[in-house]
């Protein structure tokens, strides 16, 4: 069993910078895919990064190249830095975890726990 707890989301203007968190507790963190997903009202859940229990990470490509994804075993967190936001990464964003170590795909269903969300608004 892992609980997660995002924490981070703000509103910010276009080309803003946020850093999300997602404290884990529970299982063995460290031995798991994570991922970060976001979601607007009406539309499915779409991810967005992902990282595997070595280090290896995954983009969705309209955010490549602006955020990155990471992990603190020792902390038991995981981040998600997001430079150069624009209006359209408006969302809830929502720390995932998958049920092990590799990171299988975007779709949801791969992903056993999630957290509640934490809202970013970006404004132009």
């Known amino acids: 069993q892992v609980q997660l707890v995002e924490s981070g989301g703000d509103s910010v203007q276009a080309g803003g910078s946020l850093r999300l968190s997602c404290a884990a507790s529970?299982?063995?963190?460290?031995?798991?895919?994570m991922g970060w997903f976001r979601q607007v009202p009406g539309k499915e859940r779409e991810g967005v990064a992902t990282?595997?229990?070595?280090?290896?990470?995954s983009y969705a490509d309209s955010v490549k190249g602006r955020f990155t994804i990471s992990r603190d075993n020792a902390k038991n967190t995981l981040y998600l830095q997001m430079n150069s936001l624009k209006p359209e990464d408006t969302a809830m964003y929502y720390c995932?975890?998958?049920?092990?170590?590799?990171?299988?795909?975007?779709?949801?269903?791969?992903?056993?726990?999630w957290g509640q969300g934490t809202q970013v608004t970006v404004s132009s």
């Open positions: 995932a975890a998958d049920r092990g170590p590799r990171c299988r795909g975007w779709w949801t269903g791969y992903y056993r726990y």
């Open positions: 529970g299982s063995t963190y460290s031995n798991y895919c």
């Open positions: 990282i595997d229990s070595d280090g290896n990470t």
